[in-house]
C-alpha cells in the first residue's frame, strides 16, 4: 500500500511557466516531507523539505506547500527553466531515530523551451 | 569528490551468484541508508545504520539480503543466491543523522544490477 501517493507520472510545461508537482500521503505520524530531483543515470540529489509544523518553505525558484488536513503536499517551481526537467520524488519520513524515507514513484517533468 | 561513492556502478550476474555491493558515505556521516530502486517502481527502503546503534532491518526483502557497515564508514550490501527478481538499481545515502529533522540525505549514483 502506497503511503506517499504521486498520481501524475508526467507533466509538460513551457519555459518560464510554474511547475506544480503534487504528492498526498496517508501516514499522518510523518512529520517532515521532502522533495528530491533525479536525472537519468543519477542517485536524487534533495531539493527542499518541510516540517509538518509550516505549511510553505521558499528556496529561490521553489516553494513547498504543506496542508496537513489534506494530506498533501505541493511543488512549485517558478519560473521552470529546461534544466529542471527531470524526475521529481516526493518523500516522507517520520519522527523517531530512524529517518528512513517513504518515497512516491516519481513525477517526470518536462520543461520544453 | 567528497560525495557519496558506490561500486561497481553496474554489475551483471547469473542467478543463483552471490553480489557484494558497496559504499562509501561521506566523510562525517553516521547515517547510512540502502535503498532500491525496480523498473518502474519508487525507491524502496531496505537497511539503515545510525552510528553503533543496532541497524533497522526492516526493509530487507528476504533472509538473502545482508548487509554490515564496517568501522562506522564503508557498508556492503549483500545478496546471496541472486534471483532475476532482484534485478534493480541499489542507492545508498548518508547523513548527518542529526536529531530531529531526518536530515538530508546524499545519494551516490547507484548500482544497477542485472540477474541473468
Known amino acids: 500500500d502506497q503511503q506517499v501517493k504521486q498520481n501524475s507520472p508526467s507533466l509538460s510545461v513551457q519555459e518560464g511557466r510554474i511547475s506544480i508537482l503534487n504528492c498526498d500521503y496517508t501516514?499522518?505520524?510523518?512529520?517532515?516531507f521532502l522533495w528530491y530531483k533525479k536525472y537519468p543515470a543519477e542517485g536524487p540529489t534533495f531539493l527542499i523539505s518541510?516540517?509538518?509544523i509550516k505549511d510553505k518553505n521558499e528556496d529561490g525558484r521553489f516553494t513547498v506547500f504543506l496542508n496537513k488536513s489534506a494530506k498533501h503536499l505541493s511543488l512549485h517551481i517558478v519560473p521552470s527553466q529546461p534544466g529542471d526537467s527531470a524526475v521529481y520524488f516526493c518523500?516522507?519520513?517520520?519522527?523517531?531515530?530512524?529517518?528512513?524515507?517513504?518515497w512516491g514513484l516519481g513525477t517526470s517533468l518536462a520543461v520544453n523551451p | 569528490g567528497a560525495g557519496v561513492s558506490q561500486s561497481p556502478s553496474n554489475k551483471v550476474t547469473e542467478k543463483g551468484k552471490d553480489v557484494e555491493l558497496r559504499c562509501d558515505p561521506i566523510?562525517?556521516?553516521?547515517?547510512l541508508y540502502w535503498y532500491r530502486q525496480s523498473l518502474g517502481q519508487g525507491l524502496e527502503f531496505l537497511i539503515y545504520?545510525?552510528?553503533?546503534?543496532?541497524?533497522?532491518k526492516s526493509g530487507l526483502p528476504s533472509d538473502r539480503f545482508s548487509a554490515e557497515r564496517t568501522g562506522g564508514s564503508v557498508s556492503t550490501l549483500t545478496i546471496q543466491r541472486t534471483q532475476q527478481e532482484d534485478s534493480a538499481v541499489y542507492l545508498c545515502?548518508?547523513?548527518?543523522?542529526?536529531?530531529?529533522?531526518?536530515?538530508?540525505?546524499?545519494f551516490g549514483p547507484g548500482t544497477r544490477l542485472t540477474v541473468l
Open positions: 566523510s562525517g556521516h553516521t547515517a
Open positions: 545504520f545510525q552510528g553503533n546503534s543496532a541497524p533497522d
Open positions: 545515502a548518508s547523513s548527518l543523522g542529526t536529531s530531529g529533522g531526518p536530515g538530508t540525505q546524499y
Open positions: 518523500a516522507a519520513s517520520g519522527a523517531g531515530n530512524n529517518r528512513k524515507l517513504i
Open positions: 518541510i516540517s509538518s
Open positions: 501516514n499522518s505520524m510523518f512529520d517532515y
